[in-house]
């Protein structure tokens, strides 16, 4: 009788799954929004961590919807999620209404996982009063502040790379660089010689490594998304409890050893620790709490090392196909330093306006981040339909399928830096181009990012030859399982030095 009862209760448990599931899917068709249709339980999305990586699912979504208006509607799993297909509907969600948009929608944890509660995750007043304490710390002056660091790391790459040339002509590109912008961030936002560069088992570079490959196809994170408020009751961390231990740590350390030794070094800790408040659980009026100052070194940290090095893996990639293009790149890094005494000065990195463009060029083929995500904070009537997004849904921009569209990009496949001279720039919509994202919630590290990118490149221009490698398969395959757009399985590339 018992075995009956649970049969019978699991039958119905079963049942309202079914039906509930069934009714999500529903969910834009009772709207009259075009969308695809999806297949039971997991919707739109049945390759995702299988064969296809995020931004490729919603780059194909935004070409097969495009058409259709410009918006419509697709389903991960049972939830329904809503893909922008028409540029000035981007414009207007990340910059004309961004008051109805202006959270991401991520999981972050204040009390249980301090760390998650960085900058790019937290929402509403939390990221305004963020972003109003942060800002400061990155204008340009700022990054003049940090250039000499940033220096002093690319010639360690460069003089690394001119020892393993000697022994190696063949060189796994990705992890190299990797390693050196660990090392420019371990300096700038910890002012920690990470050693990377020699140490790949450094404790700063397997941190890091860790924490990227743990937010890998977790099945946490479907927790997360599903009941990120039942999650933050349980406890359940976006990060490990080492790497977060480990960040703490230093973080703490850092201050400490600072303070006690009246240390200064025009870096991007010591202009947190001027917003530190001494009480370290509270914050206040351009002040911050120790885990908020932990939470942003800890976002500059990875963020910085992962999409900046990701960035130079792509450009060198490209660099590599395109001897033409890279003798170009090199001939312009001759003539401007040249210009400047030959000395890699920041006026001198600024007057490099063709790298800018071949960085920019890579941004568009291979934006690190290919997907940008909103939530929508209040109902939003789309302009010029019917359709309302209502407050709580998801609002995916398919960055990668818009940078390939021919329409804005034409013969998208081809690597051509001159898409970003100033009369291109000009022709083209504001939103065509956006790996850094737009308004209020763009990127507030790009300009470092920028900076440490070029500077690795200049180095490596002035030095180096790039070709591609016997073991490097063209095209190269994405790693299906990143957020990341990176290689999968890392880069092999030939690497000689100029004499």
């Not at 010689?193 to 196809?217: H, I, L, T, Y």
Request: proline share 5%; net charge neutral.
């Amino acid at each position: 009788m018992v075995v009956v009862e649970v049969i019978m209760a699991a039958a119905m448990v079963a049942v309202i799954v079914y039906l509930y599931v069934k009714r999500q899917q529903t969910y834009w068709a009772r709207r009259n929004v075009p969308h695809l249709k999806p297949e039971f339980f997991y919707g739109n999305t049945k390759s995702l961590d299988h064969t296809e990586p995020l931004g490729m699912i919603f780059a194909r979504f935004y070409n097969e919807l495009k058409k259709s208006g410009p918006l419509a509607g697709v389903y991960m799993y049972a939830k329904p999620v809503a893909v922008v297909t028409d540029l000035e509907l981007v414009k207007s969600i990340l910059i004309k209404d961004f008051q109805h948009f202006t959270d991401r929608g991520f999981y972050y944890n204040e009390i249980h996982d301090p760390l998650s509660a960085h900058m790019f995750n937290v929402s509403g007043s939390k990221w305004r009063s963020l972003r109003q304490k942060l800002s400061p710390t990155f204008t340009s002056g700022k990054m003049k502040m940090m250039f000499n660091t940033i220096v002093a790391a690319g010639k360690q790459f460069n003089d690394f790379l001119e020892e393993k040339v000697v022994h190696e002509s063949e060189l796994e590109i990705k992890d190299l660089l990797a390693r050196f912008t660990t090392d420019v961030i371990g300096m700038c936002a910890f002012g920690i010689e990470c050693n990377s560069m020699k140490d790949p088992d450094a404790q700063f570079r397997v941190m890091g490594r860790k924490f990227v490959e743990d937010q890998r196809g977790q099945v946490k994170n479907v927790f997360h998304n599903a009941a990120p408020e039942l999650a933050k009751k349980a406890g359940v961390r976006a990060i490990d409890k080492d790497v977060a231990d480990f960040f703490l740590n230093v973080v703490r350390e850092t201050i400490d050893y600072r303070l006690k030794n009246n240390v200064k070094r025009n870096d991007f800790m010591d202009l947190l620790i001027q917003m530190r408040n001494p009480e370290e659980s509270k914050s206040g009026e351009g002040l911050l709490s120790f885990n908020e100052l932990a939470a942003q070194c800890f976002l500059f940290y990875v963020a910085g090392f992962e999409t900046s090095s990701t960035l130079l893996t792509w450009t060198l990639y490209e660099l590599s196909q395109n001897q033409s293009i890279q003798q170009k790149g090199r001939q312009h890094v001759m003539d401007v330093l040249a210009k400047h005494g030959g000395e890699i000065t920041y006026e001198c990195v600024n007057d490099m306006t063709y790298l800018d463009k071949i960085l920019n060029e890579a941004l568009r083929k291979y934006p690190p981040v290919p997907v940008h995500f909103r939530e929508a904070t209040k109902d939003y009537q789309v302009p010029d339909t019917k359709i309302i997004i209502e407050a709580g849904t998801k609002v995916f921009i398919p960055v990668y399928g818009i940078h390939h569209d021919p329409a804005e990009f034409p013969d998208p496949e081809r690597f051509d830096p001159e898409r970003f001279s100033p009369e291109q720039v000009q022709k083209r919509h504001s939103c065509a181009w956006t790996p850094f994202g737009e308004g209020p919630r763009i990127c507030i590290g790009l300009r470092f990012g920028m900076l440490q990118a070029k500077v690795g490149l200049i180095y490596l221009l002035k030095n180096f030859k790039f070709d591609i490698g016997d073991q490097c398969k063209v095209p190269v395959n994405f790693d299906i399982k990143s957020i990341i757009l990176t290689p999968e399985g890392g880069l092999p590339l030939k690497v000689a030095k100029i004499c």
